[in-house]
């Protein structure tokens, strides 16, 4: 009795070859960053649940807190309520900090719509454009495979390039309050270094 078969559906590192919309769920590897200006940015890293790339990973999606001015702390407000909205967080749920948010976020499952996006070194990888509610009729690639970039280019790797160093201050208004899953104020998360970054 052999013991185990090849299965080329069972490995570490699958990767994504189409853009598409993804059922997925967030990773414990998301974290709170600080980008080297200063502002504040939650790394998101992303599981794909279902369909010929379940396993596979999106990773760096990079949301930014910008409270530099009252509409673009409103903006920012609405770029994070929108992805607790698309995990399905109850209505009325107060976040605490960003900490909160990311540590909340970990396990949630949600959708995500993908493109190519190209990074500065010439090389395509799968970004998040959107986000929706988990799609109960699967994962839909949409056949749009990754450009061609530099011809060292690590194909399938999964990552996104969203990286961005912003210039911006940390909230300086702490305007939620404590509540729900998103329960443990605790940020004290080590920076992304740049020798991490796919690109």
């Known amino acids: ?16 070859d189409e ?8 990773l414990p590897t998301s974290q709170l960053v600080t980008a080297k200006s200063g502002k504040q940015m939650v790394t ?4 794909v649940l279902d369909g010929k790339y379940a396993g596979g990973e999106i990773r760096y999606e990079n ?3 910008d409270d530099s001015t009252t509409e673009k702390y409103y903006q920012s407000i609405t770029r994070f309520n929108t992805i607790l909205v698309a995990a399905k967080v109850p209505a009325g749920t107060e976040i605490a ?17 993908t493109d190519w996006e190209q990074a500065n070194n010439g090389n395509y990888y799968l970004r998040v454009t959107g986000y929706r509610n988990y799609q109960e009729d699967g994962s839909k690639p949409n056949g749009v495979k990754r450009p061609q970039g530099n011809s060292n280019n690590r194909q399938g790797n999964g990552f996104t390039n969203n990286y961005q160093q912003q210039n911006t201050k940390q909230p300086t208004n702490n305007r939620f ?10 940020n004290n998360q080590e ?4 020798d991490q970054l796919p690109f």
């Not at 853009?19 to 967030?26: D, I, R």
């Not at 309050?177 to 104020?185: E, I, L, M, R, S």
Request: glycine share 12%; charged share 15%.
């Open 97 to 113: 900090d960003l900490g909160a948010f990311t540590r909340g976020m970990v396990g949630k499952q949600l959708a995500v719509n």
């Open 19 to 26: 853009a598409g919309t993804y059922n997925v769920k967030v």
């Open 1 to 16: 009795m052999p013991l185990f078969t090849v299965d080329p559906n069972n490995v570490f590192g699958k990767t994504i």
């Open 44 to 47: 998101l890293n992303f599981e």
């Open 177 to 186: 309050a404590n509540n729900g899953g998103f329960n443990n104020p605790n």
């Open 63 to 65: 949301v930014v807190w």
């Open 191 to 194: 920076p992304i270094r740049d």
